[in-house]
């Protein structure tokens, strides 16, 4: 009992995955400034932001909104962001859960945090909200589904077991699965799938903000907002963790291992920014089609290609 | 200083409300967020919701139209926030002080912390009344 505590509110769990966020939103900070030739914001910028709007500043709830489900909505979307990076980090770390099919349950807790923003912007009553709410219905629609291919290709791949610590067994016995044609392009699926689950550039408009300024999050201050912008550190940890897992041999924290995990993390979270600073916002009629035509086409070609054998 | 006013010091959200504004100084404003001034040094972002923001910089001149917007915004916008006038109308009014719709300087509509005086103030003069309002 102590011992899954542990698990979940200190090592795997909460507080080092929002630790170790806050430093990788720092970094994607960073990157962006620097590839606008600018300096960038100080190491500790995401903590000092997180803080001041946690202790410093007032909440305001909407007049003629639901104002639970307003309170409540970041919160659960702290939960499911908490509990999937535990259910992802444990089989990464080396410590094996007693339950096979986590894979699946991973997949469903990471849509937790995307539908109670929906849940909270609906609520608060605000309708620049309610246009983010519905943008962002339509873009979890498209990118699930490329998400779930993806997955299913990465079991076929690892030999038709739905437990990510068989697949990460699978990877260390043999290849790891970026090393194939297959592997490449499920590996660019979900490159595009990760910046639309993080709302990253390319597919931000929900939370636009030159046009319906934050969309999603406009009618948000203080501690509600604080824990918006905690689980948003903790998904930019999750997520890539998750692709490192899938795609890299997941984690190894022996000896020099260390610095390569930290090394596949932050060269994740690279792409990421990358393809954030130097691409222009979509329209989400543009999005849909791009996921519902290309992502979904790329992932079926790739699981053609792994019956193959390629 | 206590550790509640440094990490709000640290991270100042900016939220800009131009009135009746010839367009110099909101261009100046922005081009503190540019590669060669980078406010983001010093923590600070533009956010485009009120809901979010800690300073509130206001410049032009406030005719009546905007006097009940600006009083709307600042009913809306979570406490403690500062307010930043910049610029000659901002502060005093500048040409337009004796104009028909004019209804006053941003100090006699809403509590101002501080000035930024300049037609249009040069970044750099934006950038030290920056660090001041940092050092009070």
């Avoid at chain 1, 709410?133 to 290709?153: G, N, T, V, W």
Wanted: glycine share 8%; net charge positive; proline share 5%.
């Amino acid at each position: 009992m102590l011992k899954e505590l542990f698990y979940y509110l200190i090592y795997p769990g909460f507080l080092f995955v929002a630790v170790a966020g806050g430093f990788l939103s720092f970094f994607d900070r960073k990157i962006t400034a620097w590839v606008q030739f600018r300096k960038g914001p100080p190491l500790l910028q995401p903590f000092y932001d997180f803080f001041k709007l946690l202790l410093v500043k007032e909440t305001i709830l909407p007049a003629k909104g639901s104002k639970i489900t307003f309170l409540l909505a970041p919160v659960f979307g702290l939960f499911g962001a908490t509990v999937s990076s535990v259910l992802i980090l444990l089989p990464l770390l080396g410590i094996k859960t007693g339950f096979t099919g986590d894979v699946i349950v991973i997949f469903y807790l990471l849509t937790i945090p995307s539908l109670t923003y929906i849940i909270g912007a609906l609520a608060s009553g605000n309708p620049l909200a309610a246009i983010g709410a519905s943008r962002e219905m339509k873009l979890i629609l498209s990118y699930e589904l490329s998400f779930l291919l993806m997955l299913i290709a990465i079991i076929i791949k690892g030999g038709m077991s739905i437990s990510l610590y068989d697949i990460i067994n699978a990877q260390n016995t043999g290849n790891a699965f970026i090393g194939s044609i297959s592997g490449v392009i499920l590996f660019i699926v979900s490159m595009f799938c990760l910046q639309a689950k993080l709302g990253l550039v390319p597919f931000d408009m929900a939370e636009a903000e030159t046009e319906i300024t934050h969309g999603l999050f406009i009618e948000y201050s203080g501690t509600p907002y604080a824990i918006i912008k905690l689980t948003k550190y903790i998904m930019l940890f999750t997520l890539p963790a998750f692709i490192i897992a899938l795609f890299m041999k997941g984690f190894n924290l022996t000896g020099i291992g260390i610095l390569w995990t930290i090394l596949k993390v932050l060269a994740v979270v690279l792409i990421l920014t990358l393809i954030r600073n130097t691409n222009p916002r979509v329209r989400i009629g543009q999005a849909m089609r791009f996921f519902f035509i290309w992502m979904n086409l790329l992932a079926i070609i790739a699981i053609v290609l792994i019956f193959l054998g390629y | 200083m206590g550790f509640k006013e440094f990490c709000f010091k640290k991270s100042l959200f900016l939220f800009h409300f131009g009135g009746a504004s010839c367009n110099n100084c909101d261009i100046e404003i922005l081009d503190c967020l540019t590669p060669r001034y980078d406010v983001e040094r010093f923590g600070m972002q533009l956010v485009g919701s009120i809901r979010h923001a800690d300073v509130l910089l206001v410049n032009g001149s406030i005719n009546r139209k905007d006097k009940v917007r600006l009083l709307e915004l600042y009913e809306q916008a979570p406490k403690p926030i500062i307010v930043v006038a910049i610029g000659a109308c901002g502060c005093t009014g500048g040409i337009f002080a004796e104009g028909n719709t004019f209804a006053g300087p941003v100090d006699k509509i809403i509590p101002v912390d501080a000035y930024i005086p300049g037609c249009p103030p040069k970044p750099e003069a934006i950038l030290a009344g920056i660090v001041k309002l940092l050092k009070k």
